[in-house]
């Protein structure tokens, strides 16, 4: 009987997709390149295999281990090393679960392991048993290097895109958002799971909520997230937020803002009130680097999803003014475009660069059709599948490219150099501030 309802499923949710705000029958109507087939992974190890092996940053000086087992009696053990096959360490973290509708998870382990040391190659193993793998650790010092790709889905352009940003060594990876693509057909967030294990075990893997990550189904899964929140643990707590939707953390001299396009945002919201918290914690003396991740963007000269972001860039983007945030990040247009810095419409030298890269290379293909003419505010704008690369080489100075996919090879298509806002002396104090931010102030501008 079970196994017959498993069949009805996706027959059952391409009903309900239409009466949900959550999936993707985006009804654009422009023509796309072809979206590429969905590579669906399956599992072959014994039940109690670690599978969906991911590393996230989980605070200072720690990561957090995440798997999970179809036996739900695996331990939720890591043991780590700085040589192959020692162990000097071993922790012993979390699980959880979830259920949506017919489907039951399997055993979701999350633990947090630590002090580790910067830089370093640590080779563990999840679960008490298994092959060994091997993550390394963010450095402290510039330079840092960040891969960021959006709308990632799992096709074989997401794993084109994947192997390309592997292809050269990079320290953290940053995801705004649109992940699996399960859309409600949880198998396919194990499956997505198993497709980047083989990144996502090795270096962290940082994340924040798309729209296809909210999976609300009328009366059936009225509550957003259940998947995402339970797969995709981030250090929300380590970083005072109440919810995994929106966290930051430090890496090196940056400092890192994932912001939730999905959740309330109005100045009344729990998000606000942590973000202006938040913004005014940071010292840009230890991170003089600060950018933002969303996903639906605030800036977007594309067909695709008009005005999408504009509520949420009505209500914050003050606040990421004011604090001087270098760079905002964003996904949901499936296509590349990087404007000049901004403030309020307007190209303003102390605003941040905006960037949308959403072309991972999900299943639904690209955004093709740029509005016309082109704004003055937007610097470069191409539909192609690629992945982005930000390498901060110091306090003042990092590297911007992207590297579009070329089918087997991967080009540099686009670069840029970016300044720091800290070191700007012409944008701080801002107008309206007092006193320059303490961390700035005893500093010769
Ligand atoms: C387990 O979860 C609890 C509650 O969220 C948390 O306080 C605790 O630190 C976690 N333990 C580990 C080892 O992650
Ligand atoms: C993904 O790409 C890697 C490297 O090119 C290749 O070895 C692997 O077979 C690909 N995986 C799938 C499922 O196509
Ligand atoms: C979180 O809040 C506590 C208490 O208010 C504070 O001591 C700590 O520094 C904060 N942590 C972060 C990462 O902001
Ligand atoms: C793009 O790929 C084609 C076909 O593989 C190749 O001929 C061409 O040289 C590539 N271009 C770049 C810039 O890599
Ligand atoms: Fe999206």
Redesign the pocket.
């Known amino acids: 009987m079970e196994k017959f309802l498993h069949a009805l499923l996706p027959f059952i949710f391409f009903l309900l997709r239409f009466t949900s705000r959550c999936c993707s029958s985006e009804h654009e109507t422009y023509s796309r390149p072809p979206a590429r087939n969905i590579i669906f992974s399956p599992h072959h190890g014994l039940q109690s295999a670690a599978q969906q092996v991911h590393v996230s940053l989980a605070g200072r000086d720690h990561m957090r281990v995440t798997w999970i087992t179809d036996d739900k009696h695996a331990p939720s053990i890591v043991e780590y090393g700085k040589q192959p096959g020692t162990y000097s360490a071993e922790v012993t973290g979390n699980h959880t679960s979830y259920r949506y509708f017919f489907y039951s998870s399997g055993k979701i382990h999350h633990v947090k392991i630590g002090p580790l040391e910067p830089g370093t190659v640590y080779y563990y193993r999840c679960g008490g048993s298994g092959p060994e793998l091997s993550f390394k650790t963010p450095p402290a010092t510039f330079p840092l290097e960040f891969v960021v790709i959006g709308d990632l889905g799992q096709t074989e352009w997401t794993n084109s895109t994947l192997t390309h940003a592997s292809s050269r060594d990079y320290d953290v990876f940053l995801l705004p958002g649109d992940l699996s693509y399960a859309d409600t057909n949880q198998p396919l967030w194990d499956s997505f799971g198993r497709l980047v294990e083989r990144h996502a075990s090795q270096r962290p893997w940082m994340v924040t909520e798309g729209n296809h990550e909210i999976e609300i189904l009328p009366i059936i899964q009225p509550h957003g997230f259940k998947a995402y929140n339970a797969r995709w643990l981030m250090p929300y707590e380590?970083?005072?937020s109440s919810s995994n939707l929106y966290y930051s953390f430090n890496v090196a001299g940056a400092h890192v803002i994932m912001l939730g396009s999905y959740t309330d945002f109005d100045e009344n919201s729990d998000q606000y009130r942590w973000l202006e918290a938040d913004l005014s914690?940071i010292d840009r003396k230890k991170t003089p680097w600060v950018i933002v991740l969303l996903h639906a963007p605030w800036y977007n000269t594309n067909n695709a999803h008009q005005g999408e972001g504009e509520s949420m860039r009505k209500a914050m983007e003050e606040l990421l003014y004011k604090a001087r945030v270098d760079a905002v990040f964003a996904g949901h247009v499936h296509a590349y475009e990087r404007f000049t810095r901004i403030y309020d419409n307007k190209v303003d030298p102390c605003g941040p660069v905006y960037i949308t890269i959403g072309d991972g290379g999900n299943r639904e293909g690209l955004a093709l059709t740029f509005k016309n003419p082109a704004s003055p505010l937007s610097l470069y704008r191409e539909a192609s599948f690629g992945h982005g690369r930000l390498r901060m080489l110091d306090e003042t100075r990092a590297h911007w490219s992207w590297h579009r996919n070329n089918d087997s090879n991967s080009f540099s298509a686009d670069e840029v150099w970016l300044d720091s806002l800290s070191t700007s002396a012409a944008c701080w104090p801002f107008e309206g501030e007092k006193e320059p931010p303490e961390s700035i102030a005893d500093d010769e501008l």
């Open positions: 380590e970083s005072n914690s």
